[in-house]
């Protein structure tokens, strides 16, 4: 399996532009999670699906972010509009079941200017 | 909410050292986790613990579940300049699949 693959690595957006992030996660694993990293704040769990069904969003900033995950083999992730204050790396991971170490997609560098 | 608290924060060896770094909790883990994130990548992850008191190795690195389930060790022996990176210690949220990060420690090697 290639990992957990997310699209794209880089996105350069203005203040107010909508920003849509992908992932794909590994095949026949039933969790899926973003997450943001950002220097001030480390890791954070945004929202996490279990079988396409999104679980817990509370890590989700504001009204701005929504997330879909309309089948087992792809989410998205959303900021509309977006603020520099987005400015982070967002991963996308996934597991195979309860309790049991996610794995992590390589990223997506967001930088809204 | 719970946190996890890694220390050190930055670690500064020589090539062939050994380094520890632990992680601890006000909270009970059921699961410790480590991982390690090199620049421009995601988290890997490196060692698994899922019971109190298992010690358990991967390769040069040793992670040990503490006996209190409050805390965890990371070992690496022998340092090599691929160990560079920044290693996080993660661990599910009671009755949740919610991952929680520490805060992460950073080594830097020099050769």
């Known amino acids: 399996d290639a990992g957990v693959i997310q699209s794209p690595r880089h996105e350069v957006t203005e203040m107010g532009q909508e920003v849509t992030l992908r992932c794909k996660p590994i095949?026949?694993?039933?969790?899926l999670f973003w997450y943001r990293q950002t220097m001030m704040r480390g890791l954070e769990l945004l929202i996490y699906?279990?079988?396409?069904?999104?679980?817990?969003d509370s890590g989700m900033p504001e009204d701005r972010f929504s997330a879909k995950m309309p089948n087992a083999s792809f989410s998205t992730l959303k900021i509309q509009p977006s603020e520099p204050r987005d400015s982070a790396v967002y991963f996308c991971?996934?597991?195979?079941?309860?309790?049991?170490?996610?794995?992590f997609g390589q990223g997506t560098r967001l930088t809204v200017v | 909410g719970q946190q996890l608290n890694q220390s050190p924060q930055s670690m500064f060896i020589q090539e062939g050292e050994d380094v520890s770094m632990n992680c601890t909790s006000s909270?009970?883990?059921?699961?410790w986790l480590w991982y390690k994130q090199d620049p421009g990548e995601g988290p890997v992850l490196l060692i698994a613990?899922?019971?109190?008191?298992e010690l358990t190795s991967n390769g040069r690195l040793t992670a040990q579940f503490g006996i209190t389930r409050k805390d965890s060790f990371l070992n690496i022996s022998a340092s090599i300049p691929s160990d560079v990176g920044i290693y996080f210690c993660?661990?599910?949220?009671?009755?949740?699949?919610?991952?929680?990060f520490g805060q992460g420690t950073r080594l830097t090697i020099n050769p």
């Open positions: 095949s026949g694993h039933d969790y």
């Open positions: 909270s009970i883990f059921n699961t």
């Open positions: 699906f279990n079988n396409n069904v999104p679980i817990d």
């Open positions: 991971a996934s597991s195979l079941f309860q309790g049991m170490g996610a794995f």
């Open positions: 613990l899922y019971k109190a008191g």
């Open positions: 993660a661990g599910p949220l009671t009755g949740a699949q919610k991952l929680v």
